[in-house]
């Protein structure tokens, strides 16, 4: 209920300022992308750009039509093993998982091998969910130039 009226308000505050029509880009991780996806059915069209979901439980949605986005700016990144999180709720309670709904460009899930070599590493299944962000990835690279794109 509030990120709506947060992005609503930098849209807003960048056209009163006579700067224009921002490109903006939702970003959310984990349970944050799963808000990110139920706020782009409530924002208002035009305000945001593109989004983009990683290690996403769900994209708070069905169908990807539910977002008002333009086809095409919805991204999704989750990486291939180490992230339990992905994917993780009942699609009625965080919606589909953005790894298999259709209208998902698909951004890189590649953070190379920084985990470490330790039995008790290898066991943990969430143990690559914080990485998405972390410079050096190419996950992160992908990541940074859907943000850095304002068309």
């Not at 308000?9 to 880009?25: F, N, V």
């Not at 986005?69 to 990486?79: I, K, M, T």
Request: proline share 4%; aromatic share 6%.
């Amino acid at each position: 209920d509030r990120l709506v009226p947060f992005l609503e308000g930098i849209h807003a505050s960048h056209i009163a300022s006579g700067q224009g029509d921002p490109y903006l880009t939702g970003t959310g991780h984990s349970y944050g992308s799963t808000t990110l996806g139920i706020a782009l059915t409530q924002v208002n069209e035009g305000v945001v750009d593109a989004a983009i979901l990683a290690g996403s439980p769900g994209a708070g949605v069905q169908d990807i039509l539910e977002y008002r986005l333009e086809a095409g700016d919805a991204y999704v990144s989750g990486v291939p093993s180490g992230d339990g999180i992905v994917g993780l709720g009942a699609d009625g309670i965080f919606g589909k998982n953005p790894m298999t709904l259709n209208g998902f460009t698909h951004l890189s899930n590649d953070i190379g091998d920084i985990s470490d070599e330790s039995v008790i590493d290898k066991l943990n299944p969430i143990r690559n969910h914080s990485i998405y962000m972390q410079s050096g990835t190419e996950a992160f690279t992908d990541i940074a130039r859907v943000v850095g794109d304002a068309k």
